[in-house]
């Protein structure tokens, strides 16, 4: 198992739909934020994953820890699967987002207003006793 803290908080899915919604002159914006936030994510998880190979498949364990209970789950969620899964990929660390890579994952949540971050556990397949 590799475990990645990635600190702060991200957009939520409800902020991603409204950047897609922008006005006609601004269509990318959402796809600006997507590929600054995969950057920021590439940039957290190249210090970890440099040392170690990712022996795939694998299952994802998110545990997202806000800053107060006011997002709803899914909203938290949502995007940030979207985005990591992805940087996994652009990093180079995975083939691809498929199901043949990426056999499930699962979420939890808490509050710490302190310290907003989020764990990631990368499970082998093997490894992952539900």
Known sequence: MIRVTIPGRF????????????????????????QQDQSTLIASLRPVLRQKGIRYPIYIRYHFYEPSARRDKDNISGYFHKIFQDALVVGGWLPDDSWDYITGFSDAFSVDKENPHIEIDIVEVGEHER
Do not use: V
Request: aromatic share 8%.
């Open 11 to 34: 957009a939520g899915m409800n902020e991603f739909i409204s950047a897609n919604r922008t006005g006609k002159g601004n269509w990318n914006k959402a796809n600006t934020m997507k």
